[in-house]
């Protein structure tokens, strides 16, 4: 009998790569529930191949014939009594229900969805455990580290290294990455991913949430998780363990192996999709330390994580409100550092252990990052 796969967010980056996947693995997986946001077309030329049970469009859906509407369609997904597994692709909050209710109802949620986890870390935590759901990791970072400590005791890791690739501004001085544009912030210069990601990757906030990510995922200490940057992003992440020996996961980035491996894990099966390790093509890996000055809010989702509680949240949710600002041309590209870290400062965090206060703190932290955003330089409101 094959496995019942939700997508959700088949029309992204992720849930296309997915349905690549799935395309090499049909004797293993049926698509058994998709969901789109916006992209009608795209969503109906996907259920045309796949034939899932459930198509849910979260903007702009009929609710007839099988199909679901609005945020709603995503739990609904999510929960359906065919699925075993969720590959949540959804970009940003808006993920986190469902999460927490494919959790609830015993699912695996192989999740990419990483802002799930920042800004409700104990939240999902908890749905894991009282639904008897597991959360595995589709981030390619902490996909490596779970095929480093897989089969090995909690007690036997000390350290984690994330690898970053420093984004397209890794060389470039801190007053020139100030007035970056759009396209420039979207030229990633070794991974193809959704806008949000790509901006993320560019101010290294993204490795900031995936700090806390990996906090939540393996239960180390924000002292025990490293990063360093490597450009050629052939290295996904290193792991520590208490005698000194460190191991890591390697090959040409993709994320077609980090999603089967959420898939199947903690078993391997065959699969002849991506493009074998060749060292030599691969050729010299390098390594340097974070610049503090050049990526200013990767510092500051590093003092929120360690301040714990909802600061993490308020993070995410500054940042969210900053990245669209950004896309939409109304902030310059330096402005959204400044604008997380004045939400951060301003904010109150309380404490994250109820969804309400959760919701809260997120609502909180975008009406203060959108009045930033008005703020200096005369740029309209959001
Ligand atoms: P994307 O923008 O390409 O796709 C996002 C998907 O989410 C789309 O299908 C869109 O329809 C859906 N969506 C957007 N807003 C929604 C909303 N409000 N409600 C419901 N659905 C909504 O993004 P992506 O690059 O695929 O990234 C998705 C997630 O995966 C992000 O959290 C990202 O950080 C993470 N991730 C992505 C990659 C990658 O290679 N793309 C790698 C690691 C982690
Ligand atoms: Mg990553």
């Known amino acids: 009998m094959s496995v019942g796969i939700a997508i959700l967010g088949s029309t992204g980056s992720i849930g296309r790569s997915t349905l690549q996947v799935l395309a090499r693995q049909r004797e293993r997986f049926r698509v058994v529930a998709i969901t789109g946001h916006s992209n009608k077309d795209l969503l109906a030329q996907q259920a045309a191949e796949w034939e899932p049970a459930f198509v849910g469009l979260v903007n702009g859906g009929t609710g007839d014939g099988g199909q679901g509407k609005g945020t709603a369609c995503l739990v609904e997904a999510a929960t359906h009594p065919d699925v075993k597994i969720v590959v949540n692709g959804i970009v940003g909050a808006a993920g986190l229900e469902a999460t927490l209710a494919a959790l609830r109802a015993g699912k695996r949620v192989a999740l990419a969805n990483k802002e799930t986890l920042v800004m409700a870390g104990e939240l999902v935590a908890r749905a894991a ?13 902490h996909s490596a580290v779970l095929q480093c400590v897989a089969g090995r005791r ?8 994330l690898t970053a690739s420093g984004g397209p501004f890794r060389t470039w001085g801190p007053e020139r990455v100030s007035r970056a544009t759009v396209a420039e912030a979207l030229k990633h210069p070794t991974w193809t991913m959704g806008k949000k990601i790509t901006v993320d990757s560019a101010t290294l906030v993204n490795k900031a949430l995936e700090v806390i990510e990996a906090h939540f995922l393996f239960g180390v200490d924000y002292d025990h998780v490293d990063v360093v940057i490597h450009p050629q992003s052939v290295i996904h992440g ?8 460190v191991l890591a996961q390697i090959g040409f980035p993709t994320m077609e192996l980090p999603i089967l491996y959420a898939l199947t894990y903690p078993e391997r099966v065959p699969d002849q999709g991506v493009r074998r ?9 390098t390594f340097e330390a974070v610049q503090p000055d050049r990526f200013p809010a990767y510092a500051v989702g590093r003092a929120a994580a360690r301040a714990g509680g909802t600061a993490p949240a308020m993070f995410n949710a500054a940042n969210e409100v900053a990245v669209q600002l950004f896309l939409a041309e109304r902030i310059t590209f330096g402005r959204i550092a400044e604008i997380i870290e004045r ?40």
Request: proline letters at 5%.
């Open 343 to 382: 939400v951060v400062e301003q904010g109150r965090p309380g404490d994250a252990g109820s969804l309400d206060s959760v919701l809260a703190a997120d609502a909180e932290a975008r009406r203060l990052a959108r009045e930033a955003g008005r703020g200096a330089g005369g740029e309209a409101a959001c």
């Open 238 to 245: 290193f792991a520590e363990f208490v005698d000194g020996s």
């Open 277 to 285: 390790f060749d060292p030599v093509a691969a050729g010299t890996l």
């Open 129 to 141: 455990r009282e639904g008897g759901g597991e959360i595995v990791p589709v981030d390619s970072e």
């Open 154 to 161: 909690p007690t036997e890791l000390d350290r984690l290294i």
